[in-house]
């Protein structure tokens, strides 16, 4: 899928047993190294926001899950003023990097393709 | 023999405009009329209305969320779909049922009872419809009665007539708590064979019975919604409000089913005109002064009657002349009735009960609550009870209600609206 969520083979490399036992260890390694996790960032916090179809899909998040993201958003901003990762005690842990957004937007994104569907139907008479 | 003609020609009619037979398609009560008129209408019939209610609103909230997203089509989906088969699809609320109807053009039956029974069977009810969607209309339905005094004043005069029940309000408070479990757990309750009735009209019953055994067969067989039996209470009570006509409710109430002579009795004190533009004969419409209106109210529930006068003036002091008048009419009627004004009431009331049943709407809510109860559904079998009315049992039934502790609502200026005694009550 082109959008927010990028393309992504990560579907066909899980149903594969083989290659998710290969590149699984290598996945969690770059996770861990491109170093979000150390700003106390997850990946959903990531996504590219500045579109309205992830706008609808923040907007439909829990009152709880809107405060936790703008928390750590203004902890990682303190961070960067500071020019240094998180204390470790902070740092996000693999099992806490949960995909909070994702479903929301790959929602929105059906619905949008649903409106362009419906917008562009052609009706025939049978 | 004109005579003659002319009464099998209104049997005839009359028999058109009840359903005659219930059929039971999968546990589910199937009734239809099919009058040739060029389009049709299915209404799926919910024993969910506001008196079966678990937290105040929830019976709103669920009307407002009819036809968004199923396991079948989205909300879109469904809108865009109905509008290419040229479809209408409503829902509507009353203290006793809730009603999803889809009027369509002949032919186009399959869909639109797979639209109704698939919300039934498989509405998603999503956490961002209910605040994207349904909020807003539970919001915009809380407001519109707030700005209207004489449905304002109903709804008060309901909660304290009767308190629980038939006291619980049609609309949802503004500030609620209202979540989207709770009104899937209020669905998951309401949605089951014994509270649904599927009503037809314009649609052949053997064709709708087949359609709904096929889409509604998976609903859930468990008891009906019941509630404890209502009781009448009453009360007084004044709300400040502005910018409407300032307005009085002036009810009593019977618990039981609802009488004939309780409608003739209304009937009977009703000031609206037969014609036009003239004030007609009631003897309420000689002594209110100009701008001040009256209207009878006649709300009939399974166990409970509300009946009452609403009275509405530009002033206080209007609304005062207007209102006295109104109790010495209802007084009277309790002290004796002449037969000339019997015979009056029992064709208004009478009237009133067939042209009910005139329309779609008023099909479903006379005859579609006595199908889900399971009583005879035709008109013959109301009107035959208006027949029956005799001076002394309609004045009987007047002073029996008059006895009773009045429930009493003034909206509006509450410094200048009378105050009960002030009316002769």
């Known amino acids: ?126 | 023999m004109l005579a003659a003609r002319v009464s099998t020609a209104r049997n005839v009619q009359r028999a058109a405009r009840s359903f005659a037979t219930v059929a039971d398609s999968a546990g589910l009560k199937v009734a239809a009329i099919d009058a040739n008129q060029p389009t049709s209408a299915v209404t799926i019939l919910v024993k969910a209305g506001s008196r079966f209610e678990t937290k105040p609103g929830v019976a709103n909230a669920l009307k407002n969320f009819a036809f968004k997203s199923t396991a079948k089509r989205s909300a879109l989906g469904t809108v865009r779909e109905s509008e290419l088969y040229g479809g209408v699809l409503s829902a509507s609320l009353t203290r006793e049922h809730l009603a999803l109807t889809a009027e369509f053009l002949r032919g186009d039956e399959q869909f639109f009872v797979d639209v109704l029974s698939s919300f039934v069977t498989s509405a998603k009810f999503t956490r961002h419809e209910f605040e994207e969607y349904v909020t807003p209309l539970i919001e915009s339905d809380a407001a519109a009665v707030d700005a209207d005094p004489a449905t304002y004043a109903v709804e008060i005069a309901h909660a304290l007539a009767f308190r629980s029940g038939l006291g619980a309000s049609l609309f949802a408070p503004s500030h609620n708590s209202i979540t989207v479990e709770d009104i899937k757990a209020y669905a998951k309750s309401a949605f089951t064979k014994g509270n649904i009735a599927v009503l037809g009209s314009g649609i052949d019953q053997g064709v709708l019975a087949k359609l709904v055994e096929k889409s509604l067969a998976a609903t859930p067989a468990s008891t009906t919604a019941s509630t404890s039996a209502t009781s009448y209470y009453g009360g007084e009570t004044r709300v400040e409000a502005h910018g409407g006509p300032q307005t009085v409710f002036i009810g009593f109430g019977t618990t039981g089913a609802p009488s004939a002579e309780l409608a003739a009795l209304a009937a009977h004190l009703s000031p609206a005109p037969s014609v036009k533009w003239s004030k007609g004969v009631s003897p309420i419409t000689a002594a209110i002064p100009a701008g001040a209106s009256v209207q009878a109210v006649y709300l009939p529930y399974s166990d409970a009657t509300l009946v009452g006068l609403l009275v509405q003036g530009q002033s206080g002091a209007d609304v005062k002349q207007a209102g006295k008048a109104a109790v010495e009419a209802l007084k009277k009627a309790a002290s004796g009735i002449s037969p000339e004004e019997l015979k009056t009431a029992v064709a208004k009331a009478k009237f009133a009960a067939a042209n009910a049943t005139e329309s779609r709407d008023g099909l479903v809510s006379v005859l579609g609550s006595k199908v889900l109860a399971g009583a005879p559904a035709t008109l013959e079998a109301s009107l035959a009870s208006f027949d029956g009315i005799s001076a002394v049992a309609l004045s009987k039934a007047a002073s029996d209600l008059v006895k009773g502790k009045p429930t009493y609502v003034a909206v509006g200026d509450v410094k200048a609206l009378p105050y009960a005694d002030e009316l002769g009550l």
């Open chain 1, 1 to 126: 899928m082109v959008g927010p969520l990028s393309v992504s083979l990560a579907s066909y490399v899980q149903s594969s047993r083989t290659l998710s036992r290969w590149i699984k260890p290598i996945a969690n390694w770059y996770a861990n190294a491109s170093g979000y996790r150390q700003y106390g960032f997850k990946y959903d916090d990531l996504l590219v926001e500045e579109r309205p179809d992830v706008q609808r899909a923040l907007g439909r998040l829990t009152t709880r899950e809107k405060y936790d993201r703008a928390f750590r958003l203004k902890r990682a901003s303190q961070a960067s003023v500071l020019h240094a990762p998180l204390p470790k005690e902070q740092w996000i842990k693999p099992e806490e990097d949960n995909r909070y957004l994702m479903p929301h937007v790959v929602e929105v994104a059906k619905e949008d393709a649903e409106r362009q569907m419906w917008d562009t139907v052609k009706v025939k008479k049978n």
